[in-house]
């Protein structure tokens, strides 16, 4: 996933004549900045334990959290739309979740690596600095597990979209500051426990898998860009 976001972002660089063959840097148009985010994150979680038993042990939750992070983004405008590519460097835990089975305890919790969104901003006419925001995104989910009871989950990715609304304010010297609201979904996502399933009913049905449906979110962000 790291290379796929590497190899997206010179490309938009190398699109946009940012970057070109001569490695000359053109900075007119450009914009860099860093954001600071408080957002809410659902999903929906169904476990099944009998594969070919539909509904037998099948066990379905709802779950949301709230965490707050920053990111760093670079944009170009083309008059009057502007193209972009923000990355969070950070990492997005969710709470850790206890299950006891008898003796064993199980805990897992997840983790949203490398959330990168390349976006277009189009400013709303007659409106000061009224803009509207809308992307694609890409995120790397990670299973942090201990299993007592065997197996592990291992890793993933999706992708989703995001759209929303924002307003510059001019602070001088090519500086704005940006106030903004945006809302996210993200593609449904399964994971397989690579141990067997001691409640199996027959020797195939030894697959535990787990479904994120209804993945979503929301953040409300502040961000301060430098234009040249």
Known sequence: MKKIITT???????????????????????????????????????????????????????????????????????GPISFGVDYIPSTIETPKNTNI???????????????????????????????????????????????????SYGNTDTSGYTAGLGYSFEAGSGVNIRAEVMAAEYDSVSLTNSGVNADALTQDDTDT?????EMMSAKATISIVKTF
């Open 209 to 213: 898998t787990i479904t994120l449906d």
């Open 101 to 151: 089975q008898g003796t064993s305890t199980n805990t897992v919790k997840g983790e949203f690596e490398n959330l990168t969104t390349l976006y277009a901003i189009v400013p709303v006419p007659f409106l000061g600095g009224l803009y509207l925001k809308a992307g694609g995104i890409y995120v790397d989910l990670n299973s942090v597990e201990t299993l007592e009871t065997g197996g």
């Open 8 to 78: 997206i972002s010179f490309s938009f660089l190398l699109a946009l004549g940012i970057v070109n063959s001569s490695n000359a840097i053109s900075l007119e148009g450009l914009s860099i900045g860093i954001s600071a985010s408080h957002g809410g994150f659902y999903a929906e979680g169904t476990e099944k334990e009998e594969i070919k038993d539909t509904g037998v042990d099948d066990t379905t939750e709802a779950g949301a959290f709230v965490a707050n992070f920053g990111s760093i983004f670079v944009e170009y405008n083309l």
